[in-house]
Structures are given as C-alpha cells and as structure tokens.
C-alpha cells in the first residue's frame, strides 16, 4: 500500500515557476516507477511526465518537454515537478502516481494516486 499527497500548487504568473512535491508512504518507494498526470477542467487526465525507480529514466510530454523536470529523492521518499516557463495552459489539476515496477502512459495503468493539487496559471 502506497500513499500520496501533494503540495506546492498555487497561483502563478505566465513565465513564472512551481515547484510541485509529492510524499508517499511504505517502504517500498523505489520499487515504484513515479509519475504526474494532470488533468484541466473538460479535458481527460493527462501524463506530464514520468520517472524511473533508480531516477535515471525520465519520460516527458512534448507539451512539457525542456520546461518540466521530474526527480525524486529515494532516500526521503520524494518526487518532485519543477516546473519553468509555465503557461496558462499549464493550468490544471496535478496528481503524483504510482507503478509498482513498471511505467506507464494512461491514468489506467498507475496503482496508486494521490489527491490532486491545483496550478493556475495567470496570463
């Protein structure tokens, strides 16, 4: 059993940063592939990005891709989304999510969720 919560959403200006974290529970962290979806109001859930177990694989929509950067801290069972040069079409809910082992691309195929924090974007 793996739990999640998020912190860090807000209210930010276009070409301004946030940094989004997400702490879970047990003592299997690294054995989970890490990953944000979003999800914007009328739109489907979708991946921003993923990381490996190790943190040496990195996955990233291109909508996101050279602004997002995904990491995670194994040792304090974290991961983390900071996220550049956001725009207003960033805005979106953003949940952390969980993969025991392997990755994933759909909201289907993650184990666990957390509950959501909400950026809004500013234009």
């Known amino acids: 059993q793996v739990q999640l919560v998020e912190s860090g959403g807000g209210l930010v200006q276009a070409g301004g940063s946030l940094r989004l974290s997400c702490a879970a529970s047990g003592r299997t962290f690294n054995s989970y592939t890490m990953g944000w979806f979003r999800q914007a109001p009328g739109k489907e859930r979708e991946l921003v990005g993923r990381i490996s177990t190790s943190g040496v694989g990195t996955y990233y929509a291109d909508s996101v891709k050279g602004r997002f950067t995904i990491s995670r801290d194994n040792n304090k069972n974290m991961v983390y989304l900071q996220m550049n040069s956001l725009k207003s079409e960033d805005t979106a809910v953003y949940y952390c999510?969980?993969?025991?082992?392997?990755?994933?691309?759909?909201?289907?195929?993650?184990?666990?969720w957390g509950q959501g924090t909400q950026v809004t974007v500013s234009s």
């Open positions: 999510a969980a993969r025991y082992r392997l990755g994933f691309t759909s909201p289907l195929e993650s184990d666990y």
